[in-house]
C-alpha cells in the first residue's frame, strides 16, 4: 500500500506545484496591467508553457490506475 500512497502523494505535490505556477503567472499578468511592462507578460506565459508541460501527473494516473487494479485482482484471487 506504501507504493500506492506514494504515488497519490506524488500526484498532489505536483497538483499543488501546477496551481502555483498558474497563480503566479496570473499575477504577472496583472502585474503587466498595471505597470505596462511587458517583460512581465512574458514571464507569465513562461509559467503558463511550465505548468502545461507538466505531463508527469498524466503518467503518476496510469502507474496509479495500474497499480491499483493489480491490488483489486489479488484480492479477488485471494477470495476465490
Known sequence: MTYVHNLKRRKQELR???????????????????????????????LRV?????????ELDKQLAAKLLEQKNCLQLEQL
Open 50 to 58: 511550465v505548468s502545461w508541460d507538466k505531463t508527469e501527473i498524466a
Open 16 to 46: 499543488t506545484d501546477v496551481d502555483s505556477l498558474c497563480a503566479s503567472a496570473d499575477q504577472l499578468a496583472q502585474q503587466t496591467e498595471t505597470a505596462r511592462n511587458l517583460s512581465l507578460i512574458v514571464k507569465s506565459n513562461a
